[in-house]
């Protein structure tokens, strides 16, 4: 899957905060903050002199009515500007709190919240900056601030043990809140993005469906007006014997309905498999499904996995199109690390129905294979063994599409080595790599064809 995952997590966009949202939560702050100090002036009636909070504070509304006149309301910020802003804001409240008693305001643990918000939008590097920003204010108030002052002039501070756990604490929160969220959500928009592949793939594969019925039904309505110029034609061109620029024509006419109907033909089984679009033998539906990758330069083998069944009592499923993509996907992760083969055994029992999937790889290495089917899990094999595949990512999505679009369908997957213990070397021509199993229960709600899912009946020929 190297071309979407390319194509989706090639960079995360550099715009993604609107002005509008960061202008919001700099007013809901710049209210908290003018409430706080009327209130310790007026209700608790400590020594706070206005001015100079009056004009910190102010500051932040005229940057805030500057942004609101000179930007559109719908601008999105780069990582950049966001980035100063919230440093601009970690450095408004640090004198805040330096202006009222430093770490002895309770209100000192805001601080943290401009770091909290670099971490849910921004990369690490940018949080990092926003933290260090946090740390060195937190650190400058912690030893230079002005005293808060009680109403009777007393010096209203901890005792500096408090002081001192109160500043680790901020920090140590700085790092922990900051770490965390910056985690969460780079998880929550790695999962996010890869559900939408997933999506487009499925809804890519529904299209290809929907268009092998479009081909099938005009293929065959097109089948008799084709054949009617044909015949027209041909006693045209019996009849124009002493007209041969009228004859000329008439076989002009026969030969472009002749190219019409090659044209009909060369489309493929999508023109010709119409039974095949809404359920088909299991063998028939992996062998759509790797039909892409067979020739790509190794061999896939497509039999049962136990020679004793009898091929013509193999389940017939559903033509659905995330067992065709999900199948798909698997395969082509076997070829792509595969050294010359790959096998892929049909098996079924009473209860259940199974795809396994092997290659003369590498196999999976041991420190991957538990997170196989999550995106980003990494390569299968070193990088130096994938010169021959620059372009390849080894970001796992096409694997999380599979597992997502199979178990959509009510199967189980799992990913072993064949190898054990785990060597790393491939066997060209033995199944030694990695193994990829997909069980599907069988019952009326598993995959397989009832009599409520007839068969579109037998196949036309485009034969004139």
């Avoid at 033909?265 to 498999?273: A, E, F, I, L, Y």
């Avoid at 070193?382 to 990512?393: G, L, S, V």
Wanted: overall charge negative; hydrophobic content about 45%; some cysteine.
């Amino acid at each position: 899957m190297a071309g979407p995952e390319r194509g989706i997590f090639q960079n995360q966009p550099d715009s993604r905060v609107r002005l509008h949202t960061l202008l919001m939560l700099r007013w809901v702050a710049i209210l908290g903050q003018v409430l706080a100090v009327l209130a310790a002036r007026h209700l608790f009636e400590l020594r706070l002199e206005a001015g100079p909070f009056a004009a910190v504070i102010g500051l932040s509304v005229l940057a805030n009515v500057v942004f609101l006149f000179v930007y559109p309301h719908n601008k999105r910020l780069s990582e950049a500007e966001v980035t100063a802003m919230l440093a601009f804001d970690t450095v408004q409240l640090a004198v805040l709190l330096y202006l009222s008693g430093g770490l002895n305001n309770p209100f000192a643990v805001l601080i943290v919240a401009p770091v909290t918000v670099a971490a849910t939008a921004l990369s690490l590097r940018a949080t990092v900056m926003v933290a260090a920003v946090a740390f060195a204010s937190t650190t400058t108030v912690a030893i230079w601030h002005r005293p808060l002052l009680g109403s009777g002039g007393a010096e209203l501070a901890m005792p500096e043990i408090f002081t001192f756990g109160f500043w680790g604490a901020i920090l140590i929160t700085i790092v922990f809140l900051g770490f965390y969220a910056h985690r969460i959500t780079t998880e929550m928009r790695s999962m996010s993005q890869a559900l939408l592949a997933t999506q487009m793939a499925l809804a890519r594969e529904q299209k290809l469906t929907d268009l092998s019925g479009v081909v099938a039904a005009a293929a065959h309505e097109l089948g008799t007006p084709l054949a009617t110029i044909k015949l027209v034609a041909s006693e045209m061109i019996d009849e124009l014997d002493a007209c041969p620029e009228q004859r000329e024509d008439a076989a002009l006419i026969r030969d472009q309905a002749d190219r019409c109907r090659d044209i009909l033909r060369s489309m493929g089984k999508t023109g010709k498999d119409d039974m095949m679009l809404h359920q088909a033998p299991l063998s028939s539906v992996v062998e759509d499904a790797a039909e892409p990758h067979m020739e790509r330069g190794k061999t896939v083998l497509i039999g049962l996995g136990d020679p004793q069944k009898d091929p013509a009592d193999q389940p017939v499923i559903l033509r659905r199109p995330e067992i065709v993509h999900g199948l798909r996907n698997l395969i082509q992760n076997a070829v792509d690390f595969a050294t010359t083969s790959v096998w892929v055994d049909l098996c079924w029992t009473e209860r259940t129905i199974t795809v396994r999937i092997t290659d003369d790889g590498p196999g999976y290495a041991p420190h991957v294979i538990g997170n196989i089917g999550e995106p980003f899990v990494g390569r299968r094999r070193p990088a130096r063994q994938d010169a021959t595949r620059p372009e390849y990512e080894g970001m796992g999505l096409g694997l999380f599409i599979a597992k997502t679009l199979l178990e959509r369908t009510g199967a189980e997957l799992s990913f072993t080595n064949a190898t054990d213990p785990y060597t790393g070397t491939p066997r060209p021509g033995s199944r030694s790599g990695a193994i990829a199993v997909v069980i599907w229960p069988r019952g009326p709600d598993g995959i397989e064809a009832d009599e409520k899912t007839p068969t579109l009946g037998d196949n036309l020929r485009f034969d004139y």
